[in-house]
């Protein structure tokens, strides 16, 4: 729906993530994407970095400065340091604005009513003047353009850093939603687990994302990937270089993955029967970071026999999503 009046033209649209936060302009679109990360000072707590510039520093800094993330399991574990992430990604966005901004919030569907307002508190502490929530699978259905208005079922299986949101729609409305705290997080804890065991090796949060992103996969792939990795040794205590495949980094995934299957399959479980007929031709469709693992979608199609799509740009359909309810002048005026 256009914009009626200009009050409404400073709101921005956050994806608060475990991972990373997006911000999204009014009229302008995704601004900002950085890690949800905040590098302190242990003595004072002064904030000495946020964004892409703490991210650098996990696992180097100094003894005096930790990197840390506020965010776990897609709620808020520190609401000092989110409070000041979330001050300077709204500053950072909204520079040109005259007056605080109207802020909509993307947040799990699954979180308890404590969790949900800590996130608005948190939201308004860091200076905006009216925060608006909606569920992350809602905003990730909008965000990929799936007509949630339809009397007919929409499914989307978004999955993030800290949470797995799945979600049947219809009429603007969801139908049934289940979120668990199995994503990205568990996925790089159980590659760090998987080398320690099989290699004696440690490595950290870092290491264990690459090594997700460029070699892991939920499916058996045509051609085999390998990569080298770096880390240390646990028994030796020295600085040790293996190769890992991805038959083995598979592997390592394969229980968290499998949670995953089992709460979507729960999800189907539960749609209503009119519902369950509507998926069968037109199935569901994958966002968030966790939807690029390879053959993924290949994997929960063969285990659900629904046609399985990933979204376009899977990583910002949230944000998208929360750009498009800034434009819905009936959405805002009901959650006002």
Not at 148 to 176: C, K, Q, R
Request: charged share 25%; proline share 5%; with cysteine.
């Amino acid at each position: 729906m256009a914009n009626l009046f200009g009050y409404f033209s400073n709101d921005i649209g956050i994806d608060l993530g475990t991972a990373n936060t997006l911000v999204y302009l009014k009229d302008k679109g995704i601004v900002l994407r950085e890690p949800s990360v905040v590098a302190l000072d242990t003595v004072t707590r002064k904030v000495r970095a946020v964004g892409d510039e703490a991210k650098r520093m996990l696992g180097r800094t100094p003894g005096n400065i930790t990197a840390i993330r506020p965010m776990k399991d897609g709620v808020i574990a520190d609401f000092d340091v989110t409070e000041a992430m979330l001050r300077y990604f709204i500053q950072k966005a909204s520079q040109s604005f005259r007056a605080p901004p109207r802020v909509v919030i993307a947040i799990p569907s699954g979180i308890t009513a404590v969790e949900k307002r800590a996130v608005m508190d948190s939201a308004t502490h860091a200076g905006a003047r009216k925060v608006i929530t909606i569920p992350e699978p809602m905003a990730a259905a909008i965000g990929v353009g799936l007509p949630i208005d339809e009397p007919a079922a929409n499914m989307i299986v978004d999955i993030g850093g800290g949470t797995t949101e799945i979600a049947i729609i219809s009429l603007n409305g969801i139908v049934f939603s289940k979120s668990i705290r199995v994503a990205g997080d568990e996925l790089d804890a159980a590659i760090i687990g998987y080398m320690k065991r099989a290699y004696n090796l440690l490595i950290g949060e870092r290491t264990a994302e690459e090594i997700k992103m460029r070699i892991g996969s939920a499916y058996p792939l045509d051609e085999e990937l390998s990569m080298e990795v770096k880390g240390r040794d646990s028994v030796a205590g020295l600085p040790k270089t293996i190769h890992i495949t991805s038959q083995e980094v598979r592997e390592a995934l394969s229980d968290t993955i499998a949670s995953i299957v089992d709460a979507v399959r729960t999800t189907l479980e539960r749609c209503p029967p009119e519902l369950s007929a509507d998926l069968v031709d037109r199935g569901f469709v994958m966002a968030g970071g966790g939807s690029l693992i390879r053959g993924i979608d290949r994997l929960l199609s063969d285990k659900t026999g629904l046609p399985v799509t990933v979204a376009d740009d899977p990583l910002s359909a949230v944000a998208n999503g929360t750009g498009a309810v800034l434009n819905d002048l009936s959405w805002l005026m009901q959650n006002a």
